[in-house]
């Protein structure tokens, strides 16, 4: 079996092609385990996942506790609040503590850019990076891109739209990674205040103007407005913000009959996507969740369990 | 094998006599297993329970828990706290996006009425209410019924006496409804401040006089006192409350020699029952906790395990 | 099987040498467990170990947790803050109602000293006290004395200095008590406003100057100060207190050359050990952590599985 380029899930960005196709061709092959009446395979039988996670979150951490426990893992819940991290214990030495506990994964979100990366590099222990401040959430995007493969049957060449507030986006950032990898045209789409300098360089499109811009998309992938922004100045009013930026039936009057549209979620309903539009055809929001639950199965067992012993 | 009348336990205003009988044969069938060595059965190996706890709870979720894991299910908690309704996620989205995970049971427990029956609604996973503001905490009662059972070894026309904070308890509700259903007599006594208006309808009488009613009871159900309810002047004191309405020797003169005293803690000693008797014979305190255990262990059985693919 | 003198695991005070050393021998077999590609032995199949941490605690708990499940016990946290003590429910009836699901093995950890002593006197359920207060912190000593007699490969005779705020630290007390008892000799180093009067009862010494105390040392514990300590004038600084008790090399100068270094951790660097001590051939913090999930699978292993019926 050809594994993964690398020992750590850290980002997109650090991905190969190949691992991408890896992981969803893994993935999909473990989405049936959870149509079963029985949901669990003995694959991780007696491998300790730790999910340490300094920044709440019920979804993702669920569907990774979800994902380690139907590999039959055992799973260990770490959340910041309750973590010795209030002794003034620092990360670092809750990451070596952790692995002195010979644990199999650790599984890091933090509201810091960069925090699974630099605890990566001072263990041994394999580390997905669960979310980390504005920098990546490799996990999302690839469950984003199994959905977008299983509706449209390919990546390559599709075109893709990101809108909202793509500087403060983690998971704008793993996507624009993750699809220029697959070949697929990605165009920003935003206010710009939140638009970041010199994004182009990266190899994608930018627009302002809704409307115009779904005309050739493939994907429209609405981003989560942060309200909190607001305070920031990056927008005037939520309702300004709505009137340029929220995917109405109008704004889609050009876009393509079999457009997907997707939403990393919670939805602000009426602000990234008019109801109507979510709960149309078009909206595969909660794929994506289901498409979690695999994609971080498949990430665990390719970290974990594809060598020799795992035959056993 | 007949199966329970519904898809969810929301209440036991909603179940039939018939389901009550089969949860209690079930829960006597399952009460062996927490007294084995080895204390877990295989049969819901493989499915997911969430306990989705927005009001914190030790015993409930804690006793929840147990059940899954005898049952050998995978049990994913979730608090309020942790819950990303702290990022505005409304609780039907938390629900959709659970739902997407693959779960086979979600437990709720809101410090609002009506919550678990919303969610039930629009998601097709099984719900269990446990416990939703002061409408209804079904698994109790049915745990109370056990213990009855256990212990009169019939519950037809057996005379209950519940007492205290009618109108705030969803104890005092689920216990009246599923006493209705099984031919018991059901007296309230408390102070009129906590009685609620016309609740004889429910088929109750109404007392307001603990030491005379207690005469032909069969079972005193005792409920816990919210001492916030003060301020509230729905008592001028808790001394006051308990010359009226705790359970002591002296109020118990009259009552049969076999009376069992009930309460679903946790006990205000001295406020709802005096200490003394608290600790005689007659309090089933603990045997009604330990009963909990089975109850949702055949709860969750019925819910998840009563299909041909049980059988595997 | 000869098994513990004793129930529960209070303290290190109530141990016998003999229950001591089947303690660490018995974790000197599990070690390999957790060394495994699949981590996992059936011993505890189907036994429920409930983790009742009132005050938090990352390691401690996650230890707990890790080796429970790795002998594929039932693992239940409850923390503080989520239980029902905000109920007002007493800490007895807590126990009381937790014994009545069936647990196996409370494990306690309590800011005051007592909690886990007056619960265990009450409750039939063996009880590991995983830290209570001021007081004792079993575990923990009985890890540090594994790691001190896999690395010197004995425990008797050897000279121990325990180096800090000896009047507040449940470790430093622990260890006393267990190396007492193993014919270690000890003696404790800090400030005479840590330093318990009368504590030379206990068969230890007492001295005022790391750098002379070092020289005879095989072992040198340093423990943590609690930053708050400063407030109630029981050192005037930080760094005055790093001056006269932080391990530097400079102290280490007339140390063995052999010398193992050990903390509780989390350390304090600069102030207690510094960094160069720390990451010295000399400092065995990791492995301190590292038998520490080793021997909690024996003391419950020990607790709970040394019957017949593990045989099954």
Known sequence: MTGLSCRDILGTESLTQEDIHLILDTAESFREVSTRPIKKVPTLRGRTVINLFFEPSTRTRTSFEIAGKRMSADVINISGSTSSTVKGESLLDTAYNL?????????????ESGVPHMIASHIKTPVI????????????????????????????????????DIAHSRVARSNIHAMNKCGMNVTLVGPPTMMPVGIEKLGVR??????????DADVIMM???????????????????????????DKLKKARKDVLIMHPGPVNRGVEIALDVLESRHSVVLHQVNNGVAVRMALMFLLM????????
């Not at 979310?131 to 893709?160: C, F, M």
């Not at 369990?305 to 056993?312: I, K, L, R, S, Y």
């Open 305 to 312: 369990g594809g060598g020799d012993e795992a035959a056993h």
């Open 129 to 164: 990076n669960a979310g980390d401040g504005q920098h990546e959430h490799p996990s999302q995007a690839l469950l984003d891109l199994l959905t977008i493969r299983q509706r449209v049957k390919k990546l390559d060449g599709l075109n893709v739209l990101i809108v909202g």
């Open 223 to 249: 981003l989560r407005i942060q309200m909190e922004r607001q305070k920031q100045h990056l927008f005037s009013s939520i309702r300004e913000y709505a009137n340029l930026f929220c995917l109405t039936q």
């Open 99 to 111: 692995e002195a506990m010979s644990p199999d994964l650790l599984v890091v979100r933090h509201s």
């Open 206 to 215: 930018v627009s302002y103007n809704l409307a115009d811009a779904v005309e």
